[in-house]
């Protein structure tokens, strides 16, 4: 059973080239949604194993998602990764808050995967992060 | 000017006082002399009727004489013994006028003898007619003797007087001479004196008018002054040496919402933020190795040591809002180059700020902007490059393959554009903490080992141990770009050597590569933005042509500095120098 990543990102391209990423080449399940308030939602019903989380987004930005996500007892256990462009990064105070790393925009999306198995340690070969490599969990 | 007008002024008055007391001195002189003069005239005077008196006296004791002689009354021998009673008196006058003047008193005793003969010879005809009768008087008569003694006497007599009236007539001449040189010498000090009241009365008028016209050029100058000091666009206050305002131009009075005369007199504390002041005395302590008391002092004592200062800070208006200004502050020196006080100019930097700050919203703006789609363009071309998507044709292959380094380009150009201005623009805080120099050198060694695998290039790198004080993260793209410029720009096969050397207080690091070298002419340049030795470099090498714009910016945010050397064609060698951290931080590395 592949593993399932939820990808919360305001801008649609860029959700659509991480599901490609993750699916594609890291053989995830991926679900997106748009906006912070969506997202919660969506974890909260899905359970999914990762989160991916946009720092930057209008309305309920990165950081308040992420509170939101650590106080809801459904979703307080699944990790969250924020994606962020490198002039926010503040990894120390993204990880105080309850992030479990930082994954930097612009991404390559051959690698996208392999980044996030090691951020999680979740096992992954080195053969299968190539040109169509999986991770397993 | 002034000091020329007091000399003049103590010149003519000692001048005026020196004559003066000359013909003071002369005139007394002068008086004296009269005085004595007239005294001796008049002893002269009676001298000449003494003598007359004498010869008179002789002539009445002869007549007498001679009446008795020829009568043989007696009564004729009264006036002949009256003229002998006053003879004595006479000649005892004499003695005892002329006592001082041994001259006429010689010539009196030469007198005297003579007329005491006479005397003698009158006396023996009284006694021949007493005792002879009168052919005896008439035979002493007959002798001549009497009438030579007369003659001399006569003569000796009229010689003192033609003398002494000669004598008379001199100190008349020398008393006139004395009476012209005195009258002369007072007119000649009555005219000195008029001409020094004329001079002195001409030198006040003109002083007053001089006086008169400074005074006007003076009020002039202020006057421009004013006008200059509350035109400018900058706020202008001065204190005294300890702080206390004594001017305020029009500026300031307009930015701070007081009245001058609100602030004169007032410290100047009154305009700072107190905490602002308490700081900045605390760092002047630490850096200036003296106490600087967080009140006016933290303003003025860079100033006060002649060091020129200027700095940001805040200012407080009177209601209590705040502005932030960059303050100039000057010694102000007084006579004889002690300390007046001090000059604080200041610009408001309200603007400049809100400026700078919409700068940076811009840039965060863009950044977001530019990198939304970047994202999304890199990664889906990442993907139809790498063959994710499924394969593809053989040219549409190479047309994605061309999209995506292009977009990668074009991604690390943004990248480098920002970072260049974040940390340009102190926005990034370097996080500085003990690193070891090995340590640097291993891990930037390793950031591009792959890349440096890929062009087939060796770099062998050596290290010295010595604690420095970095942002390691920072410091590591400083040296990844060196390392990458090298890779770059070697042959394959080529060998790079990536070291460091610690010295006393600082470390040299190094990187040396075997390619094409750079121009003198370039050797400076190249670390400017958007410069690379060859134009095309860009374009085939991948570079932004800001890697080493950044690596100069980071190291000099370190306190460091980076140069290059090369001799033509036979590779570059870039050095970096950082200074070590101090002893005391190194032990705690080390512990």
Known sequence: MPKTVLVIDDDRDIREVAKASLELVGGFMVIVAGSGTHGVAVAQEAKPDAIILDLMMPDMDGRQTLSQLRLLPETKSIPVIMLTAKVQANKQELVSEGAAGLLVKPFDPMQLPNQVCVILGWSVSREDVGRNGSAKG | MAGKIRVWIIAASVVGLATLAAVSWLSFRNTEELIAANQRLAQAHKLIEDLTDLHLLLDDAESSCRGYALSGKIDYLKPYEAALAQLDVTAQVLRHDLAADSYRLSQFQELEPLVQARLGVMKDLVQARQ??????????????????????????????????????????????????????????????????????????????????????????????????????????????????????????????????????????????????LHSRGEQ??????????????????????????????????????????????????????????????????????????????????????????????????????????????????????????????????????????????????MDKRLCDVADLIKESAESVRLLAEQEGVTIVSSSCQAPVKADRERMVQAFVNLLGNAVKFSPRGGRIEFGAECRAGSVLFRVKDEGRGIPPEKLETIFERFVQVDASDAREKGGTGLGLAICRSIVEQHGGRVWAESEGGRGSTFYVQLPLAEPSMATELNA
Not at chain 2, 218 to 245: F, H, K, P, W
Not at chain 2, 267 to 273: A, E, K, S, V
Not at chain 2, 314 to 319: A, G, I, L, Q, S
Not at chain 2, 346 to 353: G, I, N
């Open chain 2, 131 to 276: 005792t002879g009768g009168f052919d005896a008087a008439v035979q002493t008569l007959q002798s001549d003797r009497g009438k030579r003694l007369t003659d001399e006497i006569r003569q000796k007599i009229s010689a003192m007087q033609t003398e002494e009236r000669n004598d008379l007539l001199d100190r008349e001449r020398e008393s006139r001479e004395r009476a012209r040189t005195t009258i002369l010498a007072v007119g000649l000090t009555c005219l000195l004196g008029i001409a020094l009241l004329l001079a002195a009365s001409i030198v006040i008028y003109r002083l007053n008018r001089r006086s008169e016209k400074d005074h006007v050029a003076l009020q002039n100058a202020e006057r421009i002054q004013r006008t200059i000091l509350n035109s400018a666009a900058y706020s202008m206050i001065s204190t005294d040496a300890v702080g206390l305002i004594q001017l305020v131009n029009a500026a300031a009075e307009k930015w701070l919402q007081y009245t001058g005369a609100e602030l004169l007199g007032k410290n100047i504390m009154i305009l700072h933020d107190a905490r602002e």
């Open chain 2, 284 to 429: 002047l302590t630490r850096a200036m190795g003296m106490l600087v008391t967080g009140d006016y002092q933290a303003l003025v004592t860079k100033a006060r040591y002649g060091v020129a200062d200027e700095f940001e800070c805040t200012y407080v208006r009177k209601d209590g809002t705040r502005f932030p200004v960059l303050l100039a502050v000057t010694a102000l020196g007084g006579r004889d180059n002690d300390l007046a006080g001090y000059l604080m100019i200041a610009a408001d930097l309200s603007e400049r700020h809100a400026v700078r700050k919409m700068k940076d919203e811009f840039v965060s703006v863009v950044s977001h902007e530019l990198r939304t789609p970047l994202t999304s363009i890199k990664g889906a071309l990442g993907l139809l490059a790498g063959g994710a998507t499924g394969v593809l044709p053989p040219k549409a292959g190479e047309m994605a393959n061309i999209a995506h380094s292009n977009a990668e380009r074009l991604s690390r150009l943004v990248e480098d554009i920002l970072d260049l201005q974040r940390i340009e623009s102190g926005r990034i805080t």
